[in-house]
T-cell receptor, first 115, second 112 residues
Framework: EAGVAQSPRYKIIEKRQSVAFWCNPI?????LYWYQQILGQGPKLLIQ????????DSQLPKDRFSAERLKGVDSTLKIQPAKLEDSAVYLC?????????????FGPGTRLTVL | DQQVKQNSPSLSVQEGRISILNCDYT??????FLWYKKYPAEGPTFLIS???IKDKNEDGRFTVFLNKSAKHLSLHIVPSQPGDSAVYFC???????????WGAGTKLIIKP
C-alpha cells in the first residue's frame, strides 16, 4: 500500500512570496490533515478535511493560508503572502476514519524556509 | 500555553536497557493519549495509545503507563534497540473525536 505522498520536499522562498504544497493521501482514506511543525515544537493542526468538507480549521491563519480538497482525494495548502514565522515543516496525514485519535498516517513533510 | 509537555528534549540510553520517556499534561479533560515515533526526514508513525479507562497498555517492547491523578504518562521501551533512536511525540485529546494536542517531542538516542 502506497503511503502519503507530499511535494515538494523542500522549498525556499522570500517573504511576501506565495507557495503551495501538495498532498496525496492513502487511497480510500476519507480524512486528511495538514499540520505545521515549527522547529522544536510538536505538530499543530491547521486544517482537517473529511472527504471534501472542512471539519476543523480553527487554527488556520485564514488571512494568508488556504487549503482545498476538491474531489475528496488530494489536497493543496497555500500560503500567500509568506512571513518569516511560516518557516516550518508542513505535514500531511490521512486516516480511514474521522476520529483524530485513530491512527493517522503521515507523509514525509515539506520543509519550508522563508528568507 | 503548552497543554502537553515533554520536558526532556533528549535522552540517551544504553542498548539493552530500559528507556523511559515522560509526558505531562495540564488539561484534565484529556481522555485519550498517543505516542508517535519520528525518524529524520520522515513523518511521525503511530506507536501506542491509551485511554483513561486504563492505566497501562502494552505492545511488545512498548508499554505506556497513565497516572491521571498526576496528569502524567510515560512510555517504557524494554529492551532498547538501536532502531529505537528517534524523536518520540506524546499527543492527547479530550476523546478520540477531537484534534490531537502534541508535545514538543523527546529525542531518544540508543548507544551501542
Amino acid at each position: 500500500e502506497a503511503g502519503v505522498a507530499q511535494s515538494p520536499r523542500y522549498k525556499i522562498i522570500e517573504k511576501r512570496q506565495s507557495v503551495a504544497f501538495w498532498c496525496n493521501p492513502i487511497s480510500g482514506h476519507a480524512t486528511l490533515y495538514w499540520y505545521q511543525q515549527i522547529l522544536g515544537q510538536g505538530p499543530k493542526l491547521l486544517i482537517q478535511f473529511q472527504n471534501n468538507g472542512v471539519v476543523d480549521d480553527s487554527q488556520l491563519p485564514k488571512d494568508r493560508f488556504s487549503a482545498e480538497r476538491l474531489k475528496g482525494v488530494d489536497s493543496t495548502l497555500k500560503i500567500q503572502p509568506a512571513k518569516l514565522e511560516d518557516s516550518a515543516v508542513y505535514l500531511c496525514a490521512s486516516s480511514p476514519t474521522h476520529r483524530s485519535g485513530d491512527t493517522q498516517y503521515f507523509g514525509p513533510g515539506t520543509r519550508l524556509t522563508v528568507l | 500555553d503548552q497543554q502537553v509537555k515533554q520536558n526532556s528534549p533528549s535522552l540517551s540510553v544504553q542498548e539493552g536497557r530500559i528507556s523511559i520517556l515522560n509526558c505531562d499534561y495540564t488539561n484534565s479533560m484529556f481522555d485519550y493519549f498517543l505516542w508517535y515515533k519520528k525518524y529524520p526526514a520522515e513523518g511521525p508513525t503511530f506507536l501506542i495509545s491509551i485511554s483513561s479507562i486504563k492505566d497501562k497498555n502494552e505492545d511488545g517492547r512498548f508499554t505506556v503507563f497513565l497516572n491521571k491523578s498526576a496528569k502524567h504518562l510515560s512510555l517504557h521501551i524494554v529492551p532498547s534497540q538501536p532502531g529505537d533512536s528517534a524523536v518520540y511525540f506524546c499527543a492527547a485529546s479530550p476523546d478520540s473525536n477531537y484534534q490531537l494536542i502534541w508535545g514538543a517531542g523527546t529525542k531518544l538516542i540508543i548507544k551501542p
